[in-house]
């Protein structure tokens, strides 16, 4: 599902991107610069890649059995001499080219930094850069990776003086550095951003942390919670949905995997709201123990919602895609696509209409390898993968889920 027109390869400690309208150049540690020249510029221009850089390497070893014999070495032999043919060797293909691509960047960096930068999910330069700055080791990135992230960010903006500055903000106790970079310092603030995973950090999450910061009822609210995800954050943030919720749900929002990365829950429990406020439903004394109830909740609102407003969604015009569809994966281009794909599936898509129209998310019928719903989301300025379930809001498997993202990966670059 990768699209096969974008490649990648990494030479003299510089990667190179290929998109069938734009090249970009990016120079590996200790340089750490992107330019790209897009299709009609004159000049390369600096841009900051909104995709992770260094990627996860796993080596793919493969275990001899106990009883093997010694190992023999397969010479190749040229064609004539035994009647063998020289075996032709077989060409790369372009995901192949492009996971080498990254592995030598990654490779390119010292050990420990890639180590520091891996788990977060962008802005992997400013994170090289900081570590360039302050030494490979990076405590800051260990004990407190949502402020080093944060002081990342502010040494890319260019506010710091020189790599001697930056070093010695690494080294203030965490609330002096808090002050410095506009935070509130309070005891419960720190403790807050401690708990925050690198995976959920993004600049839009860093706009609002002075507000979070700030809100003593959202930091109450999260302080039983032993890590935070942009799930737990996001509805912590909302003193409208706060009243919704409980601490069991919010536990269930923490432990669950995907809302480190984006507000699942958040968006569910938001459209049900808005659902309920169009029907005239009061939504305001409930208060929900498990996300299965939101989700029932949401279905039922959805039903009726679609019956009463059938020619106001028939009404909404949909922009186009912002990723094409392909063989396995096709976009939603209309209101009546929607209410079908729920009706196949039995799900509440059909109540994403107007949101689809806003243009902030995008509907995709997934074929192969399972049949499936998508949507896509744009959080901090990047698609990624909303929901993705089979039919009966079932969770899709392992392999589904890797297709989805490497089809969206190829994109993203």
Known sequence: MSDSRLDARF???TLYVFHPREVQVIKAWPELTAVRKREGDTRWRAFGPDYPLVRPYRSRRKARAPNAGPVQLALPFADGLDGDAVTPRRRKSPAERRSRAFHGFRFACPKVAARRVEPFRGDHLPLLRLLLAVGPAGDLLDGNPALGYCLALWLASGRGRDDRQVRDLAACRQPVLMTALGLPDGKRA????????????????????PRLLADDGALKVLGHLPSLGIGALSLAMDPQLRRLITPTLLEEVQADPSETYFPFVLRELTDALQMADALGVDLSRRRFQTRARIRETHEDLTRDYVRLHDSRLAACRFPPPPIPGGEDI???RA?????????????????YAERVASGDTFIYRVLRPQRATL??????????????????????SAATRRCVEQWLDGHRL
């Open 11 to 13: 030479k003299d400690g």
């Open 190 to 209: 720190c403790k807050a951003l401690s708990k925050v995973r690198p995976a959920s950090m993004g600049r839009d999450l860093v706009r609002q942390l």
């Open 330 to 332: 096709l976009p939603l």
């Open 335 to 351: 209101p009546r696509a929607l209410v079908e794909e729920g009706r196949q599936q039995n799900n509440c898509v059909a109540g």
């Open 375 to 396: 949507s896509i989301e744009r959080m901090s300025g990047r698609w990624q993968v909303g929901e993705l379930l089979c039919a009966h809001n079932q969770p899709v």
